[in-house]
């Protein structure tokens, strides 16, 4: 069976990152860790140290996790380079089944998200907010039948 282990973002500011998707979003720490390391290898960029932080369910681990990564030490890559996009900032949507409501009103009062869009759906509403780093982040209320 094939799984998503998990997404990774490079954010511009862990901490605000930290704010949306833990504070705003609900998602728990499962580990944050900051180790000397060079990814060129993985991931095709030179690092000298790096932070990890993997959030999610633990009482889902099979659910999926998100991975906001620090890659200290990595400069512009050059035109063309095989890491093309490494380490781009942000992705294009990410979705997390949520209470929509209660997580809403959350981000609202946290002040994150930005005004969400919203549509009912048979499974109920959803909305789409934006991350810190202009990530759109789609909240379902329920996971949809294929």
């Given at each position: 069976?094939?799984?998503?282990?998990?997404v990774?973002?490079?954010?511009?500011?862990?901490?605000?990152?930290?704010?949306?998707?833990?504070?705003g979003?609900?998602l728990?720490?499962?580990?944050?860790?900051t180790?000397?390391?060079?990814?060129?290898p993985?991931?095709?960029?030179?690092t000298?140290?790096l932070?990890?932080?993997?959030?999610g369910?633990p009482q889902?681990?099979?659910?999926?996790?998100?991975?906001?990564l620090?890659?200290?030490?990595?400069g512009?890559?050059?035109?063309?380079s095989?890491a093309?996009?490494?380490?781009?900032?942000?992705?294009?949507?990410i979705?997390?089944?949520?209470?929509?409501?209660?997580?809403?009103s959350?981000?609202t009062d946290l002040?994150?998200g930005?005004?969400?869009?919203?549509?009912?759906g048979a499974g109920g509403?959803s909305?789409?907010?934006v991350?810190?780093?202009?990530?759109?982040v789609?909240?379902?209320s329920?996971?949809p039948?294929?």
């Open positions: 069976m094939s799984l998503v282990d998990h990774a973002i490079c954010p511009a500011d862990m901490a605000e990152s930290l704010r949306f998707y833990r504070d979003l609900g728990e720490v499962l580990f944050d860790v180790f000397d390391a060079d990814v060129e993985l991931l095709g960029v030179a000298t140290r932070r990890t932080v993997f959030l369910d889902q681990p099979h659910a999926g996790r998100l991975e906001l620090e890659l200290e030490g990595a512009p890559l050059p035109p063309g095989d093309a996009g490494v380490p781009h900032r942000g992705a294009f949507l979705c997390f089944v949520l209470p929509v409501e209660e997580t809403l959350r981000l002040g994150l930005g005004v969400p869009r919203r549509m009912p509403p909305a789409v907010v991350d810190p780093d202009g990530v759109m789609e909240i379902l329920s996971v039948s294929l």
